[in-house]
Nanobody, 122 residues
Framework: VQLQASGGGLVQAGDSLRLSCAAS????????RSWFRQAPGKDREFVAGINRNGGDTSYRDSVKGRFTISRDTANNTVYLQMDSLNPEDTAKYYC????????????????WGQGTLVTVSS
């Protein structure tokens, strides 16, 4: 599976952004689609994940109520709607895919997009 992420940018605190991750190739194996982020000098961390039919989602605590992950199965695209952004959300955001069950561990994902940078100014 090949993943292509887009939608990052420079915004002010309180603004919104929507990230997109389009998949191509053998998408039948991409049961779980997730977003991770990595800020400079920090470890890569799980942000949100969604299963194949979109019925099961999960979020890290710091983004609950502000971020929404969704999936367009017809177009093999996953979105991350990010509202009420704050400077702590500044990071490079990566979309990822895995087979099997959901996981917060980046090591279990077999396919990664190139990353899109989100910068939130105060």
């Amino acid at each position: 599976v090949q993943l292509q992420a887009s939608g990052g940018g420079l915004v002010q605190a309180g603004d919104s952004l929507r990230l997109s991750c389009a998949a191509s190739g053998r998408t039948v194996t991409a049961n779980i689609r997730s977003w991770f982020r990595q800020a400079p000098g920090k470890d890569r961390e799980f942000v949100a994940g969604i299963n194949r039919n979109g019925g099961d989602t999960s979020y890290r605590d710091s983004v609950k109520g502000r971020f929404t992950i969704s999936r367009d199965t017809a177009n093999n695209t996953v979105y991350l709607q990010m509202d009420s952004l704050n400077p702590e959300d500044t990071a490079k955001y990566y979309c990822a895919a895995k087979s099997g069950s959901a996981s917060w561990s980046w090591k279990t994902y077999y396919s990664w997009g190139q990353g899109t940078l989100v910068t939130v100014s105060s």
